[in-house]
């Protein structure tokens, strides 16, 4: 299907709203078909561009939707990506404010810092060249679509349903690490809450990684040196619960670390 401007841009301006309120929203597939995956990604362009256009500043590219637990919690069956802005960084060991989010979840992931652009060959050895250094992060996932009931192509135009990330402090380089073996414990107030492995992700982190960069040229973006990569999550997502604080380890990474504060107002 060939989907209007006028289309696109009213599945825009009802999440660009969402986002703006916060308040949850209608799902934008009665929009856009529910198979359109380019019609999502226009619409994900057009939420790019008002962010730009607000003063916003993007420094990297999330992975959605590669760990088969988070595909059937939200009952998808492909990646996805979004673009992250810098003002969703929350600093390694902060507070983050749950006022302006809607119905977030958390999920660990691998986070790489590239050292190289991305935008021709893709082989394996040019991946893990270009993945530079890798971190331990976590993902602060939300979505503007009332009760998370969502379609590929609504969290797609949605962002990826992002939020806020947060990198952890340690960071090894990325060219001889066994990403696939490694393994992950999330905590919630010292409570394991969900655990997983790099083989989890694609298969394996780099596996993500070269589907974000492929997806990127076809978009005509390549990834950048320089760019923030979150990979995916390692093991299923959990609703945060205000209050509480989390951490990630992520076994010959490292670790990584977010509280949330309660909510005020009642909402």
Same mark, same amino acid.
């Given at each position: ?13 009802? =999440?660009?709203?969402?986002? @703006?309120?916060?308040?949850?929203? %209608?799902?934008?597939?009665?929009? *856009? ?16 561009? #008002? ?7 993007? /420094?990297? &590219? ?6 088969? !637990?988070?595909? &059937?919690? =939200?009952?998808?069956?492909? $990646? ?6 810098? #003002? ?7 507070? !983050?404010?749950?006022?302006?989010? =809607?119905? $977030? ?9 590239? @050292?190289?652009?991305? #935008? ?33 192509? #609504?969290?797609? !135009? %949605? ?32 409570? +394991? ?15 993500? *990684?070269?589907?974000? +960069? ?12 320089? &760019? ?9 997502? /959990?609703? /945060?619960?205000?209050?509480? +604080?989390?951490?990630?380890?992520? %076994?010959?990474?490292?670790? /990584? ?11």
């Amino acid at each position: 299907m060939t989907l209007s401007t006028t289309g696109l841009r009213t599945a825009a301006d009802r =999440l660009i709203a969402a986002a @703006a309120g916060p308040l949850q929203c %209608d799902p934008v597939r009665d929009i *856009l078909s529910g198979t359109d995956i380019a019609a999502a990604y226009a619409v994900q362009r057009l939420l790019t561009d #008002d962010s730009l256009a607000r003063g916003r500043t993007i /420094v990297g &590219h999330k992975i959605g939707l590669t760990s088969p !637990a988070v595909q &059937h919690q =939200l009952g998808v069956d492909q $990646p996805d990506s979004g673009v992250l802005f810098a #003002d969703m960084r929350v600093a390694n060991g902060a507070v !983050a404010e749950t006022n302006t989010l =809607l119905q $977030p979840k958390i999920e660990a992931e691998i986070a790489f810092i590239l @050292a190289e652009d991305l #935008d021709g060959d893709l082989s394996e050895s040019r991946i893990r060249a270009a993945a530079g250094i890798a971190m331990p992060a976590i993902e602060i996932v939300d979505s503007r679509v009332r009760d998370w009931s969502i379609s590929i192509v #609504d969290t797609i !135009a %949605d962002n990826g349903s992002s939020a806020l990330f947060v990198l952890g402090s340690n960071a090894v380089a990325a060219d001889d690490l066994d990403f696939a073996a490694r393994t992950m414990q999330l905590t919630q107030d010292g409570i +394991a809450v969900s655990t997983g492995r790099g083989s989890d992700c694609l298969g394996d982190p780099l596996n993500a *990684l070269r589907w974000l +960069a492929r997806r990127a040229i076809e978009n005509g973006s390549p990834l950048r040196a320089g &760019h923030i990569v979150l990979s995916g999550a390692l093991g299923p997502m /959990v609703p /945060v619960r205000p209050g509480s +604080a989390y951490a990630a380890l992520i %076994d010959q990474i490292g670790s /990584v670390e977010v509280s949330f504060a309660p909510v005020i107002g009642g909402r």
